[in-house]
Structures are given as structure tokens and as C-alpha cells.
């Protein structure tokens, strides 16, 4: 029977290369893992990789560096909206602390009962950070971020949309989620697989704002990657999809370290199905305590390597 398992990864638009660094690696605390560049289109563009400190699934969070490029997007409805990370339950205080000590302007929330608190990438993008007990994906503690307070990783994803039915219907139906665990205004939650933590979809009804950008653009959410396990469910899964009418999904694209396939929800978000293979993963061309540390390029960009690199701004972790 086929199935999701939780999250794999976030994929984010940003705007320059070192501010995002600098906003993940040395305030948010995350490791450094994977520096490379995107896979499609000829445009060289960074593709850069944080995660925990295993570089666990689901605990990885990617971004291109779009500003380089003139490439600008617009935060919108009928889009993936924010990064939902999980933080240890007792660790409100301590970020809220750390994030305004870095000239990060972050606001308490309350959602489903729970104290939240809500700040921005500097590219615009929605973060949240949601406190969890039980939640034993070990953090990094990177730049001074103490193991008692690190990120466990992905919490899960927030998209808003103007009509959440056809939305609900999909991840039930396509996504296996377990319907509404939680509804609070015009938020409603769901949980896609059958893993503990990170795993999350958060649903906003925005009838408000314009159609969000769904093509790379600075300072928009590109897609949210689910776990598939293995490639013979992440095929099954796909047919599955195409079968119920959503054929705008793609081939199966090899990203090196995972192989994917992508699909339009109807939500608009763009969902994508990761499977790290036996020939992925992080360490298939680093040792673990390298990652990193080497730029990185596909074969099919090899004989480009020096004009890609002159190309993109360097940066500093
Ligand atoms: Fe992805």
C-alpha cells in the first residue's frame, strides 16, 4: 500500500546568497551542509542546504539566492506561505532572546492553544517557530545555539488558499492525511503520514491577497517536499495522483542527493516527492564531516565549473 512518511525538505526563493547564510547558519543556528547550484535552467544560481545536525529528512531547509538573477516574487494567496520549524517546547524565551539580540523583529503568536512566535527571513518570507515536547530530532548547535535549544527541524508547511476544500480533499485523498486535527478560525490543521513530528499542513483561508508567485522569485516559498521512502511507492503514489486527475505532475527528476517528482496541488502550492536512494543522500560526494565545505556541481555542469563559479557571489559560513 503506498504512503507518505513525513516531510523531506523546504525550498525557498531568497534574495542574496549571504544574508541568507548568515540568517541560517549563524542566527538560526543550522549546519551548513550542502553548497550547490540549481539543476534546472541554465541560469547559474546557488542552491543552497541547512539542515539539523544529522541532515536528517525532514529536516532540511534549501533556498536559491534569486537576487542575483532580477529574479523578484510577490507573496500572495493559493501559495505555500510559511516555514514551519520545530523548536523545543521550553525554548520560547531563549529565541525570542536570540532573534531580537540579532536585530530580527519577532512577534508572540498564540495558535492552537500554544505560544508561537512569528518573524521573517530577510527576504520577506514567513517563518514560525513551533514548540514541541517529544521531538527527538537532534538540533545543531551551531554558533553558540546551545543542543537544549537547537532546531529539530521542520515543524511542517502553512499555505494559505482562497477556497481550502479542494485542498483538503487532495491531501486526504492523495497525501493520506489524517484530517483536521485542529481548526481555529480560518486555520486549519492537518498531518501527512504517520511520523510524530514535522509533518504538518496548516491551511489559512486568504481570499485577500492577489495570486502569490509560483515560478523562483525572491522572497517567495517555492515547495515543500514530502518523504515518498522508496521509488517504488514514490511511483506508486504518483499514478495515484494522475489517477485522480492531477496530471500536472512531473517525471522523475534526479536531484543527485534524492530523486523527485513535483506536482501542483490544487491549493496552487507546489508539492514535491523526495526518496534519498541507496546512490544519494548528503554524504554521496562528502564525508559527513565535510558537508559542506565543497562547492558542488551536477556531471552535467562539470565542464562549466570555473564560468558557474566566477558567476555567483561568493560567500563566507
Ligand atoms: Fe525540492
Known amino acids: 500500500m503506498s504512503y507518505v512518511e513525513g516531510s523531506h525538505h523546504v525550498t525557498l526563493s531568497v534574495g542574496r546568497a549571504q544574508e541568507d547564510v548568515d540568517f541560517h547558519v549563524k542566527i538560526l543556528g543550522l549546519r551548513f551542509i550542502k553548497r550547490t547550484v540549481l539543476f534546472d535552467g541554465t541560469l547559474p544560481i546557488y542552491h543552497l542546504y541547512y539542515s539539523n545536525a544529522n541532515g536528517d529528512p525532514s529536516s532540511v531547509v534549501t533556498t536559491f539566492p534569486w537576487a542575483q538573477a532580477g529574479f523578484f516574487g510577490k507573496r500572495g494567496t493559493n501559495q505555500a506561505r510559511e516555514v514551519l520549524l520545530s523548536i523545543p517546547h521550553d525554548s520560547m524565551n531563549y529565541w525570542h532572546q536570540r532573534l531580537t539580540e540579532h536585530d530580527v523583529e519577532v512577534t508572540n503568536i498564540e495558535r492552537f492553544g500554544q505560544r508561537r512566535l512569528a518573524f521573517r ?16 530530532r537532534v538540533g545543531h548547535t551551531g554558533y553558540g545555539v546551545p543542543q537544549e535549544h537547537a532546531i ?144 558542488q556541481l551536477p556531471e552535467q555542469f562539470e565542464d562549466r565549473r570555473e564560468e558557474i563559479f566566477a558567476r555567483l557571489e561568493p560567500i563566507s559560513i
Not at 229 to 248: A, W
Open 152 to 295: 529539530h527541524g521542520i515543524h511542517g508547511i502553512g499555505i494559505h488558499v482562497a477556497t481550502p476544500d479542494r485542498m483538503v480533499e487532495f491531501a486526504n485523498e492523495s497525501f493520506f492525511a489524517k484530517d483536521r486535527l485542529a481548526e481555529e478560525g480560518d486555520v486549519a490543521a492537518l498531518q501527512i503520514g504517520n511520523q510524530k513530528h514535522g509533518n504538518y499542513l496548516e491551511l489559512t483561508v486568504n481570499r485577500t491577497d492577489d495570486q502569490g508567485t509560483w515560478g523562483y522569485g525572491a522572497g517567495t516559498y517555492h515547495h515543500f517536499a514530502w518523504n515518498a521512502s522508496t521509488l517504488e511507492n514514490q511511483d506508486d503514489v504518483k499514478f495515484q495522483i494522475e489517477g485522480r486527475g492531477y496530471t500536472d505532475i512531473s517525471e522523475l527528476k534526479d536531484r543527485k542527493y534524492f530523486k523527485s517528482v513535483y506536482v501542483r496541488t490544487p491549493g496552487g502550492a507546489l508539492f514535491e516527492l523526495a526518496v534519498t536512494h541507496s546512490e544519494g543522500g548528503w554524504t554521496c560526494d562528502e564525508s559527513p564531516q565535510e558537508l559542506g565545505t565543497r562547492f
Open 121 to 136: 527571513h530577510p527576504s520577506g518570507i514567513e517563518y514560525v517557530f513551533v514548540g514541541n515536547t517529544g521531538d527527538e
